[in-house]
């Protein structure tokens, strides 16, 4: 047999089984896209009538979702500008098919729908991610147009002829595939359109629901009801953080944090974010009362662009310490589609990060400074989000340094200056230290609290998680300030009045009591001090020295916070 030599060549003949295999995790955001598509298509007709460059009826812009479970499809109607066949040549073939197998090269290894979509500005094209035949059913708005009509099965054949529009406009007809038929029910759709289309800016149309309205009085003066069908929109167009906070009351406010969070308590307070140089950016930041599960109150701040929801992952944009924060963020110009790594790079990015820790600053200082007595009501709960800017954000520090609170056993409440001025005079040490005592355990180190008040030292109390780390980052930015917990050695011989104490038990006592306790103790970092001043006191005092005391308390906790 005579040798015949070739090579190979790859055709890329069907886009779909590569679309749903990389697509797959994902592929309730077709609904997004495509619902998104006809919305803009609606603010086109509107921009172009306002340009004057469309004389028709615009009408009451509406996109519509309809669902037949029985013809298995899924349509999605506008009253947009509409297309014609040679627009459906350019926006949809030409965008979808002449990258294809580069498509393919790209996409290989891509795990993130949106990175796909976003990247390609292929959000038609996720249509085929439920769909093994989508069509498209457009008349557009320019004069003598003719209703086209373009079939695809996702491969690259498509068909366009004549449609059967009769009005301006667009429906994509999706033919569920047998894979997605989870997307053929009622209930399913609602809650996609819930999750990405509820505060779009036209209104969204998905069937219809049964309302409750007044109709006259019975007999007994009653108001009578009746059952009527209206639409049921499934979105607010103007949500508030599109609105000037001039025009927003607090009922507002409190409204749409329900609206958000049905379950929660109410926020503390709130803050409008409004920029639109040098990056745009709109949205209502909340402080939630912050409860001891809080690590499920975490990523409850819901990132949209121009309206349209994006994700519940706004790890890099908001800083940390604020990520217990709930509400929305709006912007165009955090990029969407890019990795990670890429996100914490980007100039906006870093910019919107440094906007809204500066806000949020702004914000506290402005309610300590107006009622310093609500403000202190509600430390325990901002407190926790004040001490962890500390901890984290350098820039954070240098503006909480003036609002931030210290909190004494008396549950009296100091700023970081005042509280120096006031511990001072008694509580520094031989070499020009102020120390600060604090507790971690009001409870358990009760009887070293008193020992402490006694003497006349004022005793902190540190006791939440996050104060160990607290206390680190005070003892680094204080000048010439030490913290010891209330038990550390230290505490007891603070002061030289300490050194006059006269103690009701001999010297021979006191030396016999403190060795009987040294040899049960016998570990290396403790101190046994045996002072009474009256018959009645408890002569003995067990103290740790605190970086023993530290060390341990972090191998406990394992570092973590
Ligand atoms: P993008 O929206 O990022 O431009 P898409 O793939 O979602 O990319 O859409 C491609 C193009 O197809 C759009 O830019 C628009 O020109 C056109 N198009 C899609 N859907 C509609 C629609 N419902 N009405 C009018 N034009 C549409
Ligand atoms: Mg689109």
Redesign the pocket.
């Known amino acids: 047999m005579a040798t015949e030599k070739g090579s190979i060549s790859i055709h890329t003949e069907n886009i779909f089984p590569i679309i749903k295999k990389f697509l797959y995790s994902d592929n309730e955001i077709f609904l997004r896209?495509?619902v998104?598509?006809?919305v803009?298509?609606v603010q086109?007709i509107k921009r172009l009538a306002s340009l004057g460059q469309f004389n028709g009826e615009v009408g009451e812009p509406l996109v519509e979702v309809k669902l037949d479970e029985k013809a298995k499809t899924i349509t999605?109607s506008?009253n947009?500008?509409?297309?014609t066949a040679e627009?459906i040549k350019k926006?949809?073939n030409q965008?979808?098919f002449s990258g294809a197998s580069e498509f393919v090269e790209k996409f290989k290894d891509a795990k993130d729908a949106n990175e796909i979509i976003g990247k390609f500005?292929?959000?038609?094209?996720s249509a085929f991610m439920v769909a093994d035949l989508v069509e498209i059913q457009?008349l557009s708005y320019q004069e003598g147009a003719k209703p086209a009509k373009w079939t695809c099965d996702g491969s690259t054949e498509f068909e366009i002829s004549e449609g059967s529009r009769t009005t301006r406009?667009?429906d994509?007809i999706l033919h569920v595939n047998a894979d997605s038929e989870e997307f053929l029910s009622e209930q399913k759709l609602q809650e996609i359109l819930d999750k990405y289309a509820k505060f779009l800016p036209v209104p969204i149309k998905f069937g219809t629901k049964t309302e409750q309205v007044e109709d006259g009085k019975d007999e007994e003066g009653k108001t009578k009801y009746t059952s009527v069908e209206v639409d049921n929109i499934v979105n607010t167009t103007s949500p508030i953080w599109t609105k000037s906070p001039a025009d927003l009351s607090d009922k507002d406010y409190l409204d749409f944090y329900r609206q958000l969070y049905p379950f929660s308590d109410e926020p503390l307070f709130w803050i409008h974010l409004n920029v639109d140089y040098p990056f745009n950016l709109t949205g209502v930041l909340y402080f939630p009362k912050v409860k001891e599960d809080f690590d499920m109150q975490r990523n409850k701040i819901k990132l949209f662009s121009r309206q349209v929801f994006i994700t519940d992952e706004v790890k890099d944009i908001v800083p940390e310490f604020l990520m217990l924060l709930h509400g929305v963020i709006d912007s165009p110009d955090i990029p969407l589609n890019v990795s990670r790594s890429f996100l914490q790079a980007d100039s906006n990015v870093k910019k919107i990060n440094t906007y809204i820790t500066k806000k949020v600053a702004d914000k506290l200082a402005e309610l300590f400074k107006a009622d310093r007595k609500a403000y202190e009501e509600k430390w325990s709960d901002i407190g926790l989000f004040v001490k962890y800017g500390m901890i984290t954000e350098e820039k954070f520090y240098e503006k909480a340094k003036d609002f931030a609170l210290l909190t004494n056993t008396q549950n009296e409440h100091f700023t970081l200056e005042d509280y120096k001025a006031k511990v001072s005079p008694l509580q520094t040490d031989k070499n020009g230290n102020v120390v600060y005592l604090y507790t971690t355990d009001t409870d358990k180190q009760d009887g070293f609290i008193q020992a402490a008040n006694k003497k006349d030292y004022d005793v902190l109390v540190m006791s939440h998680p996050i104060d160990g780390h607290f206390v680190s980052t005070l003892e680094q930015k204080l000048e010439k300030t030490q913290l010891k917990r209330v038990d550390a050695s230290v505490a007891n011989q603070l002061i030289e009045k300490d050194e006059k104490l006269e103690s009701v038990l001999s010297e021979e006592q006191s030396n016999n009591v403190k060795t009987v306790f040294e040899q049960a103790i016998n570990k290396p970092g403790y101190n046994v001090e045996v002072v009474a001043l009256n018959p009645d006191d408890a002569p003995v005092t067990i103290t740790m020295d605190e970086f023993m005391r530290r060390m341990k308390d972090m191998a406990k906790m394992g570092g973590g916070m």
């Open positions: 896209e495509l998104s598509n006809a803009d298509a086109k999605i506008d947009g500008l509409g297309m627009e926006y949809i965008v979808a500005g292929l959000g038609f094209y457009t406009g667009t994509i």
